[in-house]
Nanobody, 120 residues
Framework: QVQLVESGGGLVQPGGSLTLSCAAS????????MGWYRQAPGKQRELVAT???????AYADSVKGRFTISRDNAKNTVYLQMNNLKPEDTAVYYC??????????????WGQGTQVTVSS
């Protein structure tokens, strides 16, 4: 099985920065993509950023230019560098790992989440 552990969340003032980390552990496997989702109070969980095994990155419009997703393949760790944070970025951030072998056979893992609070 796969376990995902997020870290790096916390309280930051508007305009500040945080870097989240997600370490994947378990058996060796091929990863299709890893990403970050977030869920704010009263809102549905939404995709923030993803990075594929080929290195392609995608971001939600709300974070483009402010957030950067990266990975360390040797450590099976994905990072989310968050700059110029805004109060609306406040949410629980969840790490996601996808190794679905095909579109109709999902194999997806989730971390427990880390709280990011942006407040002055």
């Amino acid at each position: 099985q796969v376990q995902l552990v997020e870290s790096g969340g916390g309280l930051v003032q508007p305009g500040g920065s945080l870097t989240l980390s997600c370490a994947a552990s378990g058996s060796l496997f091929s990863i299709n993509a890893m990403g970050w989702y977030r869920q704010a109070p009263g809102k549905q969980r939404e995709l923030v950023a993803t990075i594929t095994s080929g290195g392609s990155r995608a971001y939600a419009d709300s974070v483009k230019g402010r957030f950067t997703i990266s990975r360390d393949n040797a450590k099976n760790t994905v990072y989310l560098q968050m700059n110029n944070l805004k109060p609306e970025d406040t949410a629980v951030y969840y790490c996601n790992l996808d190794r679905s072998p095909r579109w109709d056979r999902p194999v997806v893992y989730w971390g427990q989440g880390t709280q990011v609070t942006v407040s002055s």
